[in-house]
């Protein structure tokens, strides 16, 4: 965690975004039990859906409310106009305890990062 602190506060350009929008969740009993990467969908995981984007990859998701959680991508989505990102169950518990939709900004983050919570301070606005 500390390695991605530095990395931003070293850093000569803020990281920018590469989503803005509404995000949401899905569920096992809503969705495939198996994600686009292979892997069985679980609703405690830190993981999310996106159209684009490597599988394995770390995204930061900023919630409009200042809340943050670190997802790992592991599936494909969402399929509903005007959303950028479906996240498990536990992650949007994370943004926002009662919330089906929440307005974010999504930050890559690469690979080899540990899921989890960060500032939401660190980043360009």
Do not use: K
């Not at 590469?18 to 899905?26: D, K, M, Q, T």
């Not at 039990?33 to 892997?39: K, M, Q, S």
């Not at 959303?83 to 943004?95: F, P």
């Amino acid at each position: 965690m500390f390695g991605v602190f530095a990395l931003l506060l070293l850093s000569q350009q803020p990281i920018q975004p590469v989503a803005e929008g509404l995000a949401s969740y899905y569920t096992v009993s809503s969705s495939s039990p198996v994600t686009a990467a292979g892997e069985r969908l679980d609703d405690n995981s830190l993981t999310c859906a996106m159209l684009e984007g490597e599988f394995g990859s770390y995204y930061l998701v900023v919630a409009e409310n200042g809340n943050s959680v670190v997802v790992r991508l592991n599936d494909r989505g969402p399929y509903v106009e005007g959303r950028v990102i479906d996240l498990t169950e536990r992650a949007m518990r994370i943004l926002d305890p009662r919330a089906g939709m929440i307005r974010v900004r999504v930050y890559p983050l690469g690979s080899g990062v540990p899921e989890g919570r960060l500032p939401a301070g660190l980043l360009s606005p």
